[in-house]
């Protein structure tokens, strides 16, 4: 049987509160949002695939606090590189108050078809997604040639 791993909370990176206290610095409630991304597949082919292309969004509040995600202030990143019109495709769609106000143990989850915008080319890419309260793990899939 395959043992769950522990969420992190907060940004990856960031200090804890106890390891804030010992190095003298003022404690804030850390942020306890968890974020990820994915893909229904791991290989996508150009073309019809990649024209039907969704990332799926999630950010799970792991606090006790009522949290705004931030997801319009968001910053996608493919092969490390910004995406400077992401402000523009996560401002747009429809929203329910948990895009404003997530509370503890709810889930904000939604999806955005990126693939004519993003992944039209064939390659590997690795997509992060981050705002100020959280930051998702990589992920990773390709997109292959038609006619292979």
């Given at each position: 049987m395959v043992e769950p791993?522990?969420?992190?909370?907060g940004l990856p990176g960031s200090a804890t509160e106890g390891q804030q206290k010992s190095q003298g610095k003022k404690t804030e409630p850390a942020?306890?949002?968890w974020a990820a991304i994915s893909?229904?597949?791991p290989i996508f082919d150009e073309g019809f695939d990649t024209e039907h292309l969704q990332i799926y969004f999630g950010v799970y509040n792991d606090g006790d606090l009522v949290v705004a995600p931030k997801v319009e202030s968001s910053h996608l990143f493919i092969n490390g590189v910004e995406q400077q019109d992401?402000?523009?495709v996560i401002g747009?769609?429809?929203?329910?108050e948990l895009f404003s106000s997530l509370p503890p143990g709810e889930t904000l989850e939604f999806t955005y078809l990126l693939?004519?915008?993003?992944f039209q080319k064939p390659g590997i890419y690795r997509v992060r997604w981050e705002s100020d309260n959280f930051k998702s793990p990589d992920l990773t899939f390709r997109v292959v040639p038609r006619n292979r």
């Open positions: 791993i522990e969420p992190r909370v942020t306890k949002l893909v229904p597949k992401w402000s523009y747009n769609g429809i929203r329910n693939g004519p915008r993003y």
